[in-house]
């Protein structure tokens, strides 16, 4: 097939099932706005894409760039929709898909642009058997198979409605077919719109219409929030899959949540209830422990992150380090070999190789205003307790006693001190704690 092929994809609704002021096409999946996913699978089919959206959306016009976009003015349907878009076409193949199908593959996508020419038919459209067909519009077919035409829910009769194959949408012929039925379309239904699957029965005037038939679970719409999570949970079930295939371990798959940028090297062990979110990459051998959440952050070879650690945006982790439990890292670099294994939080920090952060330390990243940096030399040791007050640097090999406030720079191997002096004071304790109890009986 040498033509020039185009998708179009109908992004003009609001989606007001959503019940969002957000345009339906930029509704989340796995942490990517849900027209993403179907252009990413686009991008790998076809020659051009264009994208028609309706007034307003600059979102969602940025969102798609740098494919072309085309505005539908008025909302008056489907084919209308597809005629707005029609004479930005190159000639050649076009296949029109929507942005609310976000699970379509580029194998199927491959399989209806195939599938015309191998079956030398005029039009090829695809169609699914839904455990429940509910509103889909249904497939009328002849004797032989081939498609008449496409009664939408509300327009069929109880008999057409009991048929089981139903219209999933998206369809494949050459461009300028595609310009004809078009321009034949009138919004003689119940709903009063131009419906672009009217120009199946043109098509079939002309010559045979083949149905390609695809799972369910793929072409399902996505037009309200249920259908959102159903659309989340088949994405998951996808990427788990291919981490598995690919070599990774995924102890409780079902409570794995994955984004879909998400790279997992081989031999990484992801352990029950971990959250990953957009921008993470995990590198061979490491482990992620339960309950801990990672976005834009990149973790090391051999290293062991959490249980019910937090990695956030610009954190990088490097070799066989260790991140432990209610451990927050920010905008951070953990030198190779380097541990912070309890109750830290150490935000735009740089910190060296073999480093041992004790727990309960701080960087005191942020004045109200500025967010300011902390560097933390190779085989440096942290007392547990320790704020340090940034900007401030400390030199390697460099020791910090514990529960120090740290105000100023610390030279390399020095050993720094930063408490308050201690006060006893004798038999005070148990005056005062005497003198509360009395104050609490009083009422």
């Known amino acids: 097939m040498t033509s020039t092929t185009t998708a179009v ?49 600059p979102e969602l016009e940025k969102a ?6 085309v505005i539908q003015r008025e909302r008056l349907g489907t084919g209308h929709a597809a005629l707005t878009a029609i004479s930005s076409v190159k000639e050649g193949e076009v296949v029109f898909l929507y942005a609310d199908n976000p699970l379509l593959t580029p194998q199927t996508m491959q399989r209806l642009l195939k599938g015309r020419h191998e079956k030398g038919v005029v039009l090829t459209l695809l169609g699914m058997r839904p455990a429940d067909p509910a509103q889909y519009g249904r497939l009328i077919t002849h004797e032989d198979g081939s498609v008449q035409r496409i009664v939408e829910y509300k327009d069929a009769s109880p008999s057409e409605r009991a048929i089981p194959l139903c219209n999933a949408g998206m369809m494949c012929a050459d461009s300028a077919s595609f310009q004809r039925w078009l321009s034949e379309i009138r919004p003689n239904n119940v709903q009063g719109e131009y419906y672009l699957t009217d120009i199946v029965e043109f098509a079939a005037r002309e010559g045979r219409v083949h149905c ?30 291919n981490a598995m295939e690919a070599g990774a371990t995924l102890i409780d798959p079902a409570s794995t949540f994955l984004s879909a940028d998400t790279q997992i090297d081989p031999d990484v062990i992801i352990e ?34 959490g249980p019910y650690a937090r990695l956030r945006p610009g954190t990088h982790c490097e070799s066989k380090t260790r991140v432990g439990n209610f451990v927050e890292l920010k905008n951070t670099t953990l030198g190779e070999g380097s541990k912070a294994n309890h109750l830290s939080y150490l935000g735009d920090t740089s910190i060296g190789r073999d480093v041992n952060i004790g727990a309960g330390s701080i960087t005191c990243n942020y004045d109200g205003v500025f967010k300011h940096k902390t560097t933390i030399g190779d085989r440096s040791f942290i007392g547990s307790n320790s704020l340090m ?7 390697k090999e460099a020791l910090i006693a514990a529960g120090s406030i740290l105000t100023k720079e610390v030279p390399a191997r020095a050993m720094a001190f930063g408490r308050a002096k201690q006060i006893n004071k ?14 609490k009986e009083q009422g």
């Open 272 to 305: 029950p209830n971990v959250f990953i979110g957009p921008g993470v990459v995990l590198k061979e051998g490491c482990t992620i422990r339960a309950f801990s959440h990672l976005e834009r952050c990149v973790v090391g070879e051999e290293a062991i992150i």
């Open 389 to 395: 007050i940034a900007p401030i640097s400390i030199g």
């Open 9 to 57: 994809i109908l992004a003009a609704g609001m989606g007001t099932r959503m019940r969002s002021r957000m345009p339906k096409a930029l509704q989340p999946l796995a942490n990517r706005p849900m027209i993403q996913h179907l252009i990413a699978a686009a991008e790998t089919v076809f020659d051009y894409i264009i994208v028609v959206v309706g007034p307003d959306m």
């Open 426 to 439: 004798e038999e005070r304790g148990l005056a005062y704690q005497q003198a509360l109890r009395a104050k």
């Open 64 to 69: 798609v760039s740098p494919h072309k976009t």
């Open 212 to 241: 390609i038939e695809a799972d369910e679970k793929e072409l399902a719409g996505v037009n309200s929030r249920v259908e959102l999570a159903r659309a989340e949970a088949t994405l998951q079930e996808r990427f788990r899959l």
